[in-house]
């Protein structure tokens, strides 16, 4: 028996060895329950494409779409289109900002123009919980550059040296008439006003540079305090130990086969459970959006390395030039509740049952054979109270269906108490018919949505003909 007892304890002592050695050999993954990782982004071209779309992920490999693939923002100023954003957190985390090129390719701008005659201003939005934005603004920042063509691709990082943000973005200023864009940047403490630009990057000759972002260090990786990523005809490498002191070149990426001709819209991220970053790089030459590549050194070149196939996802739609922010607990419980999976739907009235609700210039109505996005909408949880709905547009989100006095329009959610109420509504059995809805409003329980010459209304319902007019079915 002792005999028994010794092999086996050998053999545990094996087995408990080989875990051991299997656990430090693979890198520490986070606990299931670790807060993610949330990234902003534009899909594509177009007045869709070019608008602001959230994916989350667990692991920093594996995306899932937000809000079900659709749009979180859409701008309402400049050319109404948006591409390569950076979402912003402030160090106390109590306010965050969207910075974002003003640009719409293929809705009334081409390239060409964009290039020579583009808009000098970025957009911006601002949040204190990072799910409630302000109304869009536009920040000149090129308007101060001699002979300045375009603002793009703006990047902002927090700079203890001078206790503000250093914002910076490509601008075209040609050269003899062809186009040379420098990396421009200035100082701001709240994006609605800067100092004067001045050059923060320029390459030799008519070499260009568009993309740039910075990534800081922590002590005892690498050499410097920060680590940068260009698209400037390679994917290069640069470190300083201050954000506007000198740089080093360290190396590109040409030695794992990507170049500037291939990839742009560097992106860094941090796994928040191990010494690792992942390279985001767009794939813009092949049309495939974002891919990571990997390094436990980011101002090492030779440390990268591209994701075995299989081993990342990104999710249902393409995912280009953006931002990523590692989530605090209390970040990630708002993002995900906020923009939860809720199917679109349209609302069809029982007594004209070729028509749906649909919005048109911010007035609401019911128009017949209505199948786009102006006739549809989220039935999401009611801004003002538990069991109730609340209607978010698809194509303007963040803005719902409002009554004001008794009439609906089409309103941005201003995060105030009347708005909250205007817009909730208890859905109950059809007032004509019970397989069918009515909408009682929250706030004025007398009063129901319904349609009066094809305008939605909220009206007392007494008559037959009001029932009818009252009653709707949720559908796809």
Excluded at 117 to 130: A, M, P
Aim: net charge neutral; proline share 5%; glycine share 10%.
């Amino acid at each position: 028996m002792s005999r028994l007892l010794t092999r086996l304890a050998a053999i545990f002592v094996a087995v408990g060895l080989f875990f051991t050695s299997q656990s430090l050999a693979a890198p520490q993954r986070a606990a299931a329950a670790d807060p993610g990782y949330l990234m902003l982004h534009f899909t594509g071209e177009g007045s869709t494409g070019q608008q602001m779309y959230l994916s989350h992920s667990t692991d920093g490999l594996h995306w899932n779409d937000l809000n079900d693939g659709a749009s979180i923002l859409r701008s309402t100023v400049g050319t109404r289109g948006v591409r390569d954003p950076a979402l912003v957190r402030s160090p106390n985390g109590d306010k965050y900002w969207i910075i974002a090129t003003d640009l719409c390719i293929g809705c009334g701008q081409n390239w060409e123009a964009a290039v020579y005659n583009g808009s000098r201003n970025l957009v911006v939005w601002e949040s204190t919980d990072l799910i409630n934005w302000s109304e869009p603004w536009l920040l000149n920042v090129a308007g101060a550059i001699p002979d300045g063509r375009n603002a793009w691709a703006p990047e902002a990082i927090w700079d203890p040296a001078s206790n503000n943000y250093v914002l910076y973005w490509a601008t075209n200023k040609p050269v003899d008439g062809v186009k040379k864009h420098r990396i421009y940047y200035a100082h701001t403490s709240d994006f609605r006003s800067i100092t004067t630009p001045q050059i923060y990057i320029e390459r030799p000759g008519m070499q260009e540079i568009i993309d740039t972002q910075i990534v800081e260090m922590p002590a005892g990786v690498g050499d410097y305090r920060y680590v940068r990523a260009s698209g400037d005809g390679q994917i290069t490498l640069e470190g300083s130990n201050s954000i506007l002191g000198t740089w080093t070149n360290l190396g590109n990426l040409s030695g794992i086969g990507l170049t500037g001709a291939q990839v742009e819209g560097p992106m860094w991220m941090r796994f928040r459970d191990r010494d690792e970053w992942a390279l985001y790089l767009d794939q813009y030459s092949s049309g495939r959006g974002y891919m990571p590549v990997t390094t436990a050194n980011p101002s090492a070149p030779g440390t990268y390395r591209i994701p075995a196939s299989g081993s990342y996802s990104m999710g249902g739609t393409k995912k280009r030039h953006g931002s990523i922010l590692n989530l605090t607990a209390t970040e990630e419980t708002r993002v995900l509740a906020r923009w939860a999976s809720t199917p679109a739907k349209r609302l069809q009235s029982y007594n004209f049952q070729d028509r749906y609700v649909r919005h048109a210039n911010f007035d609401v109505r019911i128009d017949q054979n209505i199948t786009g996005p102006d006739a549809q909408f989220r039935l999401r949880p009611g801004l003002a109270g538990s069991g109730t709905v609340s209607f978010e547009s698809v194509n303007y989100p963040g803005y719902f269906l409002r009554h004001a006095n008794n009439d609906f329009q089409l309103v941005r959610n201003d995060g105030t108490t009347q708005f909250a109420a205007d817009a909730t509504f208890r859905q109950v059995a059809g007032l004509a018919d019970a397989t069918w809805s009515s909408f009682q409003s929250y706030n004025h329980p007398d009063r129901y949505i319904r349609h009066y010459a094809y305008q939605l209304r909220l009206d007392p319902i007494t008559t037959a003909t009001g029932r009818a007019d009252a009653t709707f079915r949720v559908t796809n």
